[in-house]
C-alpha cells in the first residue's frame, strides 16, 4: 500500500516556473515506477510524466516535453515534477501516482496506476 502527497502547486504567471514535490509513504518507494498527470476543468485526466523505478527512464507527453522535467529521489520517498516556460493551458489540478507492475512503456494510455495523490491545483495567469 503506498499513499501520496502532492505539495508545491499555487499561483504563477505565464512563462514563470513551479515545482511539484510528491511524498510517499509505505517502505517500498523504489518498487514504484511514478507518474504525473493532470486534469482540466472540463476535460478528462491526462498524462504529464512518468519516471522508472530507478531513475533512468522518463517519459513525457508533446504538450510539456523540454518544460516540464521529472525527478526522483527514492531515499526521500519524493518525486518531483519541475515546470518551466508555464503556459496558461497547464492549468489543472496535478495528480502523483504510482505503478507496481510496470516500469517500462509509463506513457503508454493503456497503463492502469496502481495509486494515486489527492491532487494540487497549479494556475497559470496570462
Not at 502547486?9 to 513551479?18: D, I, M, R, V
Not at 517502505?27 to 476543468?41: D, E, I, K, L, V
Not at 510524466?49 to 513525457?60: C, D, F, H, K, N
Not at 506513457?107 to 495567469?125: A, E, F, H, I, N
Request: charged share 20%.
Amino acid at each position: 500500500q503506498v499513499q501520496l502527497v502532492e505539495s508545491g502547486g499555487g499561483l504563477a504567471q505565464a512563462g514563470g516556473s513551479l515545482r511539484l514535490s510528491c511524498v510517499a509513504s509505505g517502505r517500498t518507494f523504489s518498487n514504484y515506477a511514478m507518474g504525473w498527470f493532470r486534469q482540466a476543468p472540463g476535460k478528462e485526466r491526462e498524462f504529464v510524466a512518468a519516471i522508472s523505478r530507478s531513475g533512468g527512464r522518463t517519459y513525457y507527453s508533446d504538450s510539456v516535453k523540454d518544460r516540464f522535467t521529472i525527478s526522483r529521489d527514492n531515499a526521500k520517498k519524493t518525486v518531483y515534477l519541475q515546470m518551466n516556460s508555464l503556459k496558461p493551458e497547464d492549468t489543472a489540478v496535478y495528480y502523483c501516482a504510482a505503478e507496481r507492475h510496470n516500469d517500462y512503456q509509463l506513457g503508454s494510455p493503456s497503463l492502469t496506476w496502481d495509486y494515486w495523490g489527492q491532487g494540487t491545483q497549479v494556475t497559470v495567469s496570462s
